[in-house]
């Protein structure tokens, strides 16, 4: 039994729900490691689950959190090969935001020598979306031109990794001018432009007559439309995120929600054939469930050899509250990452 720190929502709805506690954990089952968490990733589902706008959040009340990195300190009798203190990364179905955590050892992968405990938290999650985003429904191949929204977020900045190793073009789009800075001096875009009202005519400009083939779309609203207009035919749009809809209080605001609904694009499914092009959307919590194809995804995303995660931003156990904060506003530049 270990005393351990969590940060327990009593019901979602409000993060100003989110308690710190005390509570016991059990020593880990036959098939499970007990890993002292050294690092926590955040990440938008986290924040949607919180405020309750997440499909996938748990009934009642439960622990925020998809990701970690730590050591292992208990190993259950059949939980493989994993010893005490062996260096990890790990991916959970909630359950995160925790100093102490049990996990089914094949939820678990070794933490590369050369990285660090925040790296380490901030790589599974945003990697194996950015990764089964572009190469298993975006089809990606070399020559490619690619537009990746939030490109100075960590989904976005391991996209463009992923995209310049398979030899893609990529434009990346932020939503703040210090992040267009941060991008050309950091990372590798083809070309950065700021998401304004000439997004649409720099997005043309940028492309200078060539196809738009993908689309990472993040955004909603009148961005995801003006992407939908600009992609070519035989071009693919993959939906993981409606950032548009988040909000930057503790709770949601709902008559802000209804207008973005009631506004939002609508593409008819009719028309599909006719433009020859191809919308898909993707929730990774569900990958969860297919732990041999998660297996596969990662094989595949390792082989790659990227740099480890940018970290931009690191916070302290007790300083969850305002670590959230910054990330729902979209002030970060790369991953947000609580050490315990």
Not at 81 to 106: E, K, P
Not at 153 to 169: F, M
Not at 218 to 242: F, H, K, Q, S, T
Not at 300 to 328: K, S
Request: net charge neutral; with cysteine.
């Amino acid at each position: 039994m270990i005393d351990r720190q969590v940060y327990r929502m009593s019901r979602a709805g409000s993060i100003r729900n989110l308690e710190l506690r005390h509570e016991s954990l059990e020593s880990p089952a036959r098939d499970e490691v007990c890993v002292q968490v050294r690092a926590i990733g955040l990440n938008f589902a986290d924040v949607f689950a919180m405020q309750g706008l997440y499909s996938a959040t748990p009934s009642g009340s439960f622990i925020p959190g998809l990701e970690f990195a730590g050591e292992v300190v208990a190993v259950g009798d059949e939980a493989g090969d994993w010893q005490i203190g062996d260096r990890v990364m790990g991916v959970t179905r909630f359950g995160g935001y925790v100093s102490h955590i049990n996990s089914h050892h094949r939820y678990v992968l070794p933490l590369p020598d050369s990285w660090s405990f925040e790296e380490g938290a901030g790589f599974l999650v945003q990697g194996l979306t950015a990764y089964y985003a572009l190469t298993e429904l975006g089809n990606l191949k070399p020559g490619m031109n690619v537009l990746i929204h939030s490109a100075a977020g960590g989904v976005g900045i391991l996209a463009n990794r992923i995209c310049q190793k398979v030899g893609a073009y990529t434009i990346g789009t932020v939503g703040q001018p210090g992040k267009v800075e941060f991008l050309r001096k950091h990372e590798h875009y083809g070309d950065v432009i700021l998401r304004d009202n000439d997004f649409y005519d720099k997005l043309m400009h940028s492309l200078n007559g060539r196809p738009l083939h993908l689309v990472m779309e993040c955004i909603g609203g009148r961005i995801l439309e003006l992407g939908w207009r600009a992609l070519a035919p035989m071009g693919r749009m993959v939906v993981y995120g409606n950032a548009s809809f988040s909000s930057h209080g503790s709770k949601p605001n709902y008559p802000r929600l209804i207008w973005k609904y009631l506004r939002r694009p609508k593409i008819d499914p009719l028309k599909l054939p006719t433009e020859n092009k191809s919308i898909m959307g993707f929730n990774l919590i569900y990958l969860y469930e297919q732990t041999d194809m998660m297996h596969e995804l990662l094989q595949g995303l390792q082989q790659l050899q990227l740099a480890p995660q940018h970290v931009g931003h690191v916070y302290a156990f007790d300083e969850m509250h305002e670590a959230i904060r910054l990330f729902q506003r979209g002030r970060s530049v790369g991953k947000v990452v609580v050490t315990v």
